[in-house]
């Protein structure tokens, strides 16, 4: 069976079994005809399929008619941030994110240098039919521009962020173990870095493509990498996904600092320096509702993915938003999930804190979250939820993406697959046991239905 997933983000699959040379054809032409003609930026994470899917991509937007700016291996933000730069009409990052090695994408962006909306993903989807019907003539054809500066361009505006003390960074010389996963991070990272005066560990920063363990920044995969954050006596460990929209921290006890609290701690700080908005999805922890309260200011959630964090962004004109997965959205810098962004704003934080990353952590709101796949079978999902709703009519709830019931002591988010016969069940308490004891009786519930 065909591994290809489309989404709202693009398409994805497994090379030789889902994503082949045809799909991906298929998907550009229709893809430079929702654009029209002009310069498309085009870059990728580095894995091993790149070049191949890469060319393919090229030479399919160069026989639309549309110019291509390479702009090499780089991290995802960076592709984002060069569409709104060179004034693109759109842009392609090669990168499945954190599937491992036998997987790629296409993650296709708008004029804006931002995923696509709900609406326009669905106008490119109705142009798939047509669009191989319509290449441009010979004397029409695009061409490749190599464009080495990319990423030079994204690291000095990420630099120039208001309320960061480049110089005071520098002062502190922070001792940071890396962990690029052999992806994009290795062509940007260590040089990031730095520049920002960082003693800087590397593993797992070769420019092979070959990802040495499962790529997903989660605790699990990182046991080695936390291990070495303590063996080198590191202020901090820092891990990137392939395509570099994910921040993950490691304490310098080589614990965890967590997911959450990477975009909590980044809301903090920059609430700390000016009053706004701020937007995450549903499946955030409450500790960011938390610090908002603190400082006076509203928080909103949208369903989960970036393009709808970001579409909600632009709503209520949010000044700092993300996901709970460790991704930080700023706009003054990319809007768009920015691990080179998180990292300048952790950097200053620490700075400003005075204190180590572990006592940072536990300076923020603690809480605890647990997950389950719980498996349905046969039975409807929608008609599950919509017990759930009935049963809980009276909470606060959200029915924006599945159904996000906030209680008192804990909240719970419930969000079928469109891909398997599962619901997801995530449940945040003030104690992992508390979490852990209310995803059992949510089991029992849902099995139940």
Avoid at 133 to 144: C, H, I, M, P, T
Wanted: hydrophobic content about 35%.
């Amino acid at each position: 069976m065909s591994t290809l997933m489309v989404s709202i983000s693009g398409i994805r699959g497994i090379i030789g079994d889902g994503l082949d040379p045809q799909t991906i054809v298929k998907y550009t032409s229709a893809y430079a005809d929702f654009c029209g003609k002009g310069k498309i930026i085009l870059g990728s994470d580095g894995r091993i399929s790149g070049s191949m899917v890469k060319n393919i991509v090229e030479g399919t937007l160069i026989a639309k008619g549309n110019d291509v700016i390479d702009i090499g291996i780089c991290p995802t933000p960076t592709v984002l941030f060069n569409v709104k730069k060179q004034k693109a009409v759109g842009g392609i990052q090669i990168s499945a994110s954190h599937n491992p090695n036998e997987w790629n994408a296409l993650k296709l962006l708008n004029s804006n240098g931002e995923f696509m909306s709900p609406e326009e993903n669905k106008l490119m989807l109705s142009l798939l039919e047509n669009s191989q019907k319509n290449y441009a003539q010979w004397n029409k054809l695009g061409e490749s521009i190599k464009y080495e500066k990319g990423l030079d361009d994204h690291i000095d505006s990420v630099l120039k962020i208001p309320f960061i003390e480049i110089n005071k960074i520098r002062k502190r010389k922070f001792k940071v173990l890396l962990d690029c996963v052999n992806g994009a991070g290795a062509y940007s990272m260590p040089n990031f870095l730095k520049m920002l005066g960082c003693e800087v560990i590397e593993i797992n920063c070769n420019k092979n493509g070959i990802f040495p363990r499962l790529p997903e920044p989660i605790p699990e995969n990182l046991t080695q990498t936390m291990k070495a954050v303590k063996k080198h006596k590191a202020d901090l460990g820092i891990v990137v996904d392939p395509d570099v929209d994910r921040l993950v921290l490691i304490t310098e006890k080589g614990e965890p600092f967590g997911e959450e609290n990477t975009i909590v701690q980044a809301i903090k700080f920059w609430l700390s320096k000016k009053k706004g908005n701020v937007v995450v999805n549903l499946s955030t922890t409450r500790g960011v509702d938390d610090v908002a309260k603190f400082y006076n200011c509203k928080v909103f959630r949208s369903p989960v993915g970036e393009a709808n964090v970001v579409k909600k962004m632009k709503e209520v004109k949010a000044i700092i938003g993300g996901e709970g997965s460790g991704g930080v959205i700023l706009p003054k810098a990319v809007f768009g999930r920015d691990a080179l962004t998180g990292t300048v704003l952790l950097l200053q934080h620490l700075i400003e804190f005075g204190g180590t990353i572990n006592e940072l952590k536990k300076s923020l709101p603690q809480y605890f979250i647990s997950k389950k796949k719980i498996e349905i079978g046969s039975k409807n999902p929608d008609e599950i939820l919509d017990s759930l709703i009935k049963k809980y009519k009276d909470e606060n709830i959200n029915t924006d993406d599945g159904l996000r019931i906030d209680f008192e002591d804990h909240w719970v988010h419930f969000r079928k697959s469109n891909t398997e016969p599962i619901i997801r069940c995530i449940v945040e308490a003030k104690s992992i046991i508390e979490a852990n004891n209310y995803t059992e009786k949510y089991f029992r519930e849902l099995t139940k239905n």
